[in-house]
C-alpha cells in the first residue's frame, strides 16, 4: 500500500476531529494504533487542554494533527438572536434551564491556540469555518506543520491555495456536524462527496483528504479514485467504544430511522443532523449567528444529553449514520480501508 505524503500514517484513512467530546483521546489513540491518522479536536478547548492533549498524543508513536475553528466576523443581528431566544425559552424551560439574557462572542482562543501550535509543533494542522492569515499558513509551515485548509468548493479551494496551504479537506455536503464552508448564509445542496473531489481536483493542485458521507468500504474507493489521497471518517466512529458521545446521542443514532437534515438551529451554523423535535420546531425561524447561537443552546443540549431527551440534543450525524456501530474504533478504520 502506498503511503499517503500528506498525512503519512499507514493507511489512507483519517480519524475526524469530532470537537465536543465524540473524539475523545482514547479515540485517537486507537486510530493510530489501527495505523490511520489522528485528528485531535481544538474547538471549544481551553489551550491548556488542548495542550494537555497534544502531549497525550506524542506518546502514542504515529503521525497526527489539530483541527482549529477559523473565528468569524462578529456580524450577529442583535434583533434576530434576541427573538430567538424568547422562542427557545420554553424548550430551556422544560429542562430547567435559564438561556443567557445577553448573546456570548469569542474566538474559541485563536490567538492563544495558534502561539501554542507555533510554540509546540505538530505534524499537521487543519482549519475549518475559514483561512488563516497568510502570516499564520507561514508561521506554522515555518515550524513544520502540515497545513490545511477545510473546504466546501472550488471557490474556496482556490483561495486556500492562494492563501499557502500544503493542502486541503475536501468536505462534502453529506457530512455530519457542522459544514466547513466559509459562509454560513450559503444554502448546503445535497450532492456526494466524490463530485465535490473531482471539481477541487481539476482546478487545483494540491492534495486532498475528502470527508462526508463515509459509510463503509466502498465509499472510501470511491473517494480515492475521484482524487482524494486520504480519506476522513468521522459519524462511523461516533458508537465505538471509545466515543465520548453521550449515551443520548448514541442510543438516538442506534434506535433512529429518521433521515438527516442540515440545520441552523442549534448554532447558528449550517450542521448535519438526525431530524428531531427540536429541528422541526425551530430549523424554519434560527437565524445565522455563530458562536453566539451556540452559546445560547449549549446548557440546553448539555442537559437534553444528561435527561436522556434526544429530542432536544443536537444529533449531529452524516447522510450513514445507520452504517455506524458499537465496537472498536481500531476495528472499524481498518475495515474501512479492506481491499484497498
Not at 70 to 89: E, I, K, N
Not at 131 to 142: C, E, H, K
Request: proline residues 7%.
Amino acid at each position: 500500500m502506498t503511503t499517503p505524503t500528506l498525512l503519512g500514517s499507514e493507511l489512507p484513512i483519517a480519524a475526524a476531529p469530532m470537537a465536543g467530546g465524540p473524539t475523545t483521546a482514547g479515540l485517537a489513540a486507537a486510530a493510530t494504533r489501527a495505523g490511520a491518522f489522528a485528528f485531535l479536536p481544538g474547538g471549544y478547548l481551553a489551550p491548556d487542554r488542548l495542550a494537555s492533549d497534544i502531549a497525550a498524543a506524542r506518546e502514542w508513536g504515529g503521525p497526527f494533527g489539530v483541527n482549529l475553528f477559523v473565528p468569524g466576523s462578529p456580524d450577529l443581528d442583535q434583533a434576530a438572536f434576541a427573538a430567538y431566544a424568547r422562542r427557545l425559552a420554553p424548550e430551556a424551560a422544560a429542562l430547567g434551564v435559564d438561556l443567557a439574557a445577553e448573546p456570548v462572542e469569542d474566538d474559541d482562543g485563536w490567538a492563544d491556540k495558534l502561539r501554542l501550535l507555533v510554540e509546540n509543533p505538530v505534524p499537521v494542522v487543519s482549519f475549518t469555518f475559514g483561512l488563516p492569515s497568510a502570516a499564520d499558513v507561514r508561521a506554522l509551515r515555518r515550524v513544520g506543520s502540515v497545513v490545511l485548509a477545510s473546504v466546501t468548493t472550488v471557490d474556496e479551494a482556490t483561495a486556500a491555495r492562494a492563501g499557502g496551504v500544503d493542502g486541503l479537506v475536501v468536505q462534502g455536503p453529506a457530512a455530519g456536524g457542522h459544514s466547513a464552508t466559509w459562509d454560513p448564509v450559503r444554502r448546503i445542496a445535497d450532492g456526494p462527496t466524490s463530485a465535490v473531489v473531482r471539481a477541487v481536483a481539476a482546478a487545483v493542485d494540491l492534495p486532498i483528504v475528502a470527508a462526508g458521507g463515509v459509510d463503509g468500504p466502498e465509499a472510501v474507493r470511491e473517494l480515492l479514485a475521484a482524487g482524494a489521497q486520504a480519506v476522513a471518517v468521522g459519524t462511523l466512529l461516533l458508537r465505538t467504544d471509545e466515543s465520548g458521545a453521550s449515551a443520548t446521542y448514541q442510543a438516538a443514532l442506534a434506535a433512529s430511522d429518521r433521515d438527516t437534515v442540515v440545520t441552523r438551529s442549534f448554532t447558528g451554523r449550517p450542521a448535519r443532523a438526525v431530524r428531531n423535535g427540536f429541528v422541526d420546531r425551530h430549523d424554519a425561524a434560527a437565524p445565522v449567528g455563530y458562536p453566539a447561537i451556540h452559546h445560547l443552546t449549549r446548557d440546553l443540549r448539555r442537559r437534553a444529553a444528561a435527561e436522556g431527551d434526544a429530542e432536544r440534543l443536537h444529533l449531529w450525524a452524516g447522510t450513514g449514520y445507520r452504517n455506524a456501530a458499537p465496537g472498536s474504533a481500531a476495528d472499524v478504520l481498518r475495515t474501512l480501508a479492506a481491499g484497498l
